[in-house]
């Protein structure tokens, strides 16, 4: 699948001075009173729908410009990239830069926004990495996007940099979440050091609901290995004592291993350790390497072809299961796991994420495979073999 | 172009490097068993340990990474590690929030079997005797009700129980009341034989949820022999009416449990087949205790424990291959060992905690109302020794029986944690104090470990289990489903 145009260029717009950058804008469907033109939209930055009335108010959206009507008072043209909007989107707009960011699309399974790109650690293989600046207008925009979020949906996640970074801001998100929004998971993606502190922790247990996960990089059990992994003295004696802090307060904790040639050397150790210092937490994921990002800087130390670590894997996710903990892999592609894990692998969590070869296609796994990262530089294992068998497709079900 | 730090910058130094406690133990072949606070054990060379002991260890040399993830050794200025232990220790023994979970009554001393092991039963006929009167097992339940735990097990055993069964009926119905009314959660075990199981019987049961646990030493010819009854057929009783159950309620509801005698020693095999056979879901090889007619008769002192380790390890090493063959069975005392190996999971298991189980864990009713810390304490009494004799049900409640001086005193006697050998042993995270067994064997609730089979057997147990876990990848995937 290819990846869809997040964001882009303004063909063409006329809106009201009321209107500023970095207004957050839902998308209405139009089907109804157009006669089925699905490149017509009305857009609105209200919380509530009731306000259609005034023409003043009514900001037009068209897409790929066939149908403009310029009369309109407020419009804003957009190319046909975007064509994939539907009703229950956000979009934010940067008028004096013509150009816009799509936010939340509500044909997603899962919607991530980005809190910051702040961050304390510097990890060997961020896919994203951080930048040191004053970022604080990203948590304004998301203050004024949560509330036009439609009022359930099934996940919303949050990642950085570290998201705590600004931790009064962000845990006023979370706050704008829970009153806007019925969420079934929202998924925040932190390194946890901020907990170190118990008080932040209490203070995040008084405005988070039980729907709350928060997913925490762990790389190893020694000190210097992860320590050394995200770039930070003393950062693995931070994030433990914040898993603990946060466990204490009863918050969902999610143990997130990025599968790397570093972290896979030790890993059955690692697996041994969770399972006996944290087996309370609520899920532990064990992630393929995405190669992009720092990944491609540090190759040289990071990567590692997964048929190398596929024992390990396996043995790890049963030491990890034994104790009762609830276990996924992510982005890896079946024919480089060993059968016995295959019922745990999840195709990726971004549905853009998940690209094929050309052999998959006389793949049987295909249809449930993780695949490649469609982003960055894939790097190939040397293990990618066709499954022909369809009969292991039952370990699937 | 960004820069990053190398490992060496991250490098704990080796001033900050300091050691958390650990305990160490050589074994036969040389290696020596480390384990830390909490019983996260491995094997190490002398050379290695040297190396621990010395802080002769560095970042990178592997190690060191052992060590640290073990925690043996931590960064001084750091502290999770000691907070994570503090946190794990808590969950050890929080066992002590909920203390006197299980309560057994003995219903009748009464029993139509003639074990010639057996402690305490009694062929007499004479309820009057050898019944517990009504009045009695109601203050019972009173009793066991008043305990702290919100959740309690009533146990039912003889003599032979179902020769008293009008009077499990009443406990029953009472306890139940008693549920609704404070809001204690309550369920029921029965100990029996099964000779005397009816169909009117065993729908009580179904109907009232009590399980039921029974003896089955083997194959007909070793189960009948340690059991004689009149007409010798204890074992197709036993068979007939566990099948029954399980085809009526449901294999959940009836588990066995096996004596090992020295006729056994020979057969575990066919032991652990007749288990898989009956679709028993597990079998637990436990040695015959020290306790009444078994010392008596010196049934006692008729197997050494080398003897009965040879046969644990024959049949631990049967029920792997079982196990291997895709068929869920474990050996039940290998799985209490691993529960408290690799989980913090606080163990129900009174023998293998410390503070003892006795008294905390469970307390015994006897038909005529006195209460013992242990089951075997009332096999003593009977031969005329009251160490473990708490209180009478007719004038005590649950806190004169619990806060007791004579409870407490063999309770803080015991502990492992600070009795001479155990607090210095690396199998103390996950053996327990078994002040009954060494009162029983050396007149002393504390003992001497180095006389003592329950402290020999612990050990070869252990450190074979711990072995396997480290060295048996196949065997180790095993045992680990077992915990669950
Ligand atoms: S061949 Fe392709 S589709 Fe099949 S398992 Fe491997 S990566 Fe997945
Ligand atoms: S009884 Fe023996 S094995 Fe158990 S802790 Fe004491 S010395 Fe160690």
Redesign the interface.
């Known amino acids: 699948m290819k990846p869809l145009t997040l964001s882009g260029n303004i063909v063409d717009f006329k809106v009201n001075k009321k209107y500023q950058d970095n207004d957050v804008f839902r998308v209405f469907d139009m089907q109804s009173k157009h006669g089925g033109n699905k490149n017509i939209y009305l857009i609105t930055t209200e919380e509530s729908e009731n306000l259609w009335g005034d023409d003043e108010n009514k900001v037009y959206l068209y897409i790929d410009g066939l149908y403009i009507n310029k009369k309109n008072k407020n419009f804003i043209v957009l190319p046909k990239s975007f064509s994939y909007l539907s009703s229950g989107d956000a979009i934010a707009f940067n008028f004096s830069k013509k150009n816009l960011r799509v936010l939340f699309r509500e044909n997603s399974r899962h919607n991530y926004f980005l809190v910051t790109e702040n961050c304390n650690h510097y990890c060997l293989m961020c896919s994203q990495p951080p930048k040191n600046l004053d970022d604080s207008w990203v948590l304004n925009r998301l203050k004024k996007l949560i509330p036009l979020l439609p009022c359930k949906t099934d996940f919303i996640g949050f990642t950085g940099g570290e998201p705590f970074t600004n931790v009064d801001s962000f845990l006023e998100i979370i706050s704008l979440c829970n009153a806007h929004v019925q969420a079934n998971h929202i998924h925040v993606l932190s390194n946890g050091r901020y907990f170190k502190d118990r008080l932040i922790a209490e203070k995040l247990s008084k405005v988070a609901n039980k729907n709350l996960t928060i997913g925490i990089p762990l790389y190893s059990s020694v000190d210097w290995i992860h320590d050394y992994v995200v770039q930070s003295k003393g950062a693995l004696n931070e994030t433990m004592m914040g898993i603990l802090h946060l466990k204490e307060y009863g918050l969902n904790i999610e143990i997130r291993v990025v599968l790397n040639k570093i972290t896979t050397e030790r890993l059955e150790e690692t697996a041994l350790w969770i399972s006996k210092n944290l087996p309370f937490v609520n899920h532990v994921a064990l992630m393929g390497l995405e190669n992009t990002g720092f990944a491609l800087a540090n190759d040289d130390v990071v990567w590692i072809d997964p048929v190398e670590y596929k024992k390990a894997l396996s043995n790890s996710v049963n030491i990890l299961q034994s104790v009762g903990l609830s276990v996924s892999i992510y982005n890896l592609p079946f024919c480089v796991l060993d059968q016995s894990v295959w019922n745990i692998s999840r195709q990726s969590i971004a549905d853009w994420k998940n690209a094929y070869l050309p052999q998959c296609e006389t793949c049987q796994a295909k249809p449930y495979c993780a695949g490649f990262f469609s982003s960055g530089r894939p790097k190939l294992s040397s293990g990618i073999t066709p499954v022909k068998d369809s009969k292991v497709l039952e370990l699937l079900k | 172009m960004?820069k990053?730090?190398?490992?060496s910058?991250?490098?704990?130094q080796k001033e900050e490097l300091v050691l958390l406690p650990f305990r160490f133990e050589r074994m036969a072949d040389g290696r020596f068993i480390i384990s830390n606070l909490?019983g996260?054990m491995d094997f190490f060379t002398e050379d290695e340990l040297n190396k621990i002991v010395n802080k002769d260890i560095f970042?990178g040399d592997g190690l060191?990474?052992?060590a640290?993830?073990l925690q043996f050794i931590a960064?001084a200025p750091?502290?999770?590690q000691l907070?994570?232990l503090a946190?794990?220790l808590r969950s050890r023994l929080q066992f002590l929030q909920t203390p006197t979970p299980l309560h057994i009554f003995v219903v009748t001393l009464r029993c139509e079997h003639s074990c010639p092991y057996c402690q305490v039963s009694r062929r007499s006929c004479d309820k009057q005797l050898y019944d517990m009167p009504l009045e009695i097992a109601f203050k019972g339940v009173d009793v066991a009700f008043q305990t702290p735990s919100p959740a309690i097990k009533i146990e039912f055993q003889g003599g032979e129980p179902l020769l008293n069964f009008s009077l499990i009926k009443e406990i029953v119905l009472y306890s139940e009341r008693k549920s609704s009314e404070i809001k204690k959660y309550v369920s029921f075990v029965m100990t029996t034989n099964l000779a005397l199981m009816d169909d009117n019987i065993l729908s009580f049961c179904k109907h009232h949820n009590v399980h039921i646990s029974t003896s089955l030493d083997g194959p007909e010819s070793l189960h009948n022999k340690n059991r004689p009854r009149p007409g010798g057929n204890s074992y197709q009783l036993a068979k007939q009416n566990i099948q029954k159950i399980q085809k009526e309620w449901g294999n959940d509801y009836v588990s066995a449990l096996m004596t090992t005698t020295e006729a056994s020693l020979s057969d575990v095999k066919g032991i652990i087949d007749e288990y898989v056979n009956l679709n028993l879901g597990g079998i637990f090889l436990r040695p015959l205790s020290p306790y009444g007619f078994a010392i008596k008769t010196k049934y006692y002192k008729k197997y050494d424990d080398h003897e009965w380790f040879d046969f644990y390890k024959k049949g631990l090493s049967y029920i792997l291959d079982i196990n291997k063959k895709g068929k869920h069975f474990p050996e039940f005392y290998t799985a209490l060992i691993l529960k408290r190996l690799?989980?913090?999971i606080p163990t129900g298991y009174v023998d293998l905690r410390s503070p003892s189980g006795i008294g905390l864990g469970a307390l015994i009713y006897n038909y005529d109302g006195k209460v013992y810390a242990a089951d075997e304490g009332r096999m003593l009494a009977e031969m005329g020794d009251h160490e473990f004799l708490l209180g009478d049900i007719k004038k005590d409640d649950y806190f004169d029986i619990i806060l007791s001086e004579k409870l407490i005193s063999i309770i803080s006697k015991t502990l492992t944690q600070c009795a001479p050998q155990c607090k210095d042993c690396v199998f103390e995270p996950v053996c327990g104090a078994d002040p009954v067994y060494h009162y029983a064997t050396q007149k002393d609730v504390l003992g001497i470990k180095s006389l003592s089979k329950f402290c020999s057997r612990q050990k070869n147990v252990i450190s074979y289990i711990v072995n396997i876990l480290q060295n048996d990848?196949e065997d180790a995937?095993i045992l680990?489903?077992w915990?669950?």
């Open positions: 960004v990053f730090l190398s490992q910058d991250f490098f704990t909490l996260d970042p060191y990474e052992r640290f993830s960064n750091q502290e999770f907070q994570t946190a794990r690799l989980t913090d990848p995937k680990r489903s915990i669950r």
